[in-house]
């Protein structure tokens, strides 16, 4: 009679290892996993990624990995970084819910945006 009760015992404890070991937390999207979550990189005369979303409060961190100078540049006028040389980063805290489109002021054909829910 032991043998049977530490079979199923066994099994039921291996489905519980099991069950522990998958993850229930959604994957992070392609902007989270690729950038750190808020951060854009500069490179290659463009913003990537293009577009991401924050949370209100939230800082993103723009870094210029481009042998180029690049500027991050809101087209409001809400927030204007100056020229990044490479390796310069540049930070900017939303606290307003809202899309903000940007682009480099030197280089007008690279744009993005940062959607803040």
Known sequence: ???PRFAVMTVV???AIAACSASA???PS???????GNTVS???FSFAPASITVAVG???TWTNTDSAGHT???DDGSFKS??????ATFSQTFATAGTYAYHCSIHTSMTGSIAVH
């Open 13 to 15: 404890l291996a489905l």
């Open 42 to 44: 500069i490179a290659n």
């Open 1 to 3: 009679m032991r043998h």
């Open 72 to 74: 991050v540049t809101a």
């Open 82 to 87: 100056g020229t990044l040389a490479t390796g």
């Open 58 to 60: 939230a800082t993103v």
């Open 25 to 27: 937390t959604p994957a």
């Open 30 to 36: 392609a902007a989270q996993s690729a950038a750190g």
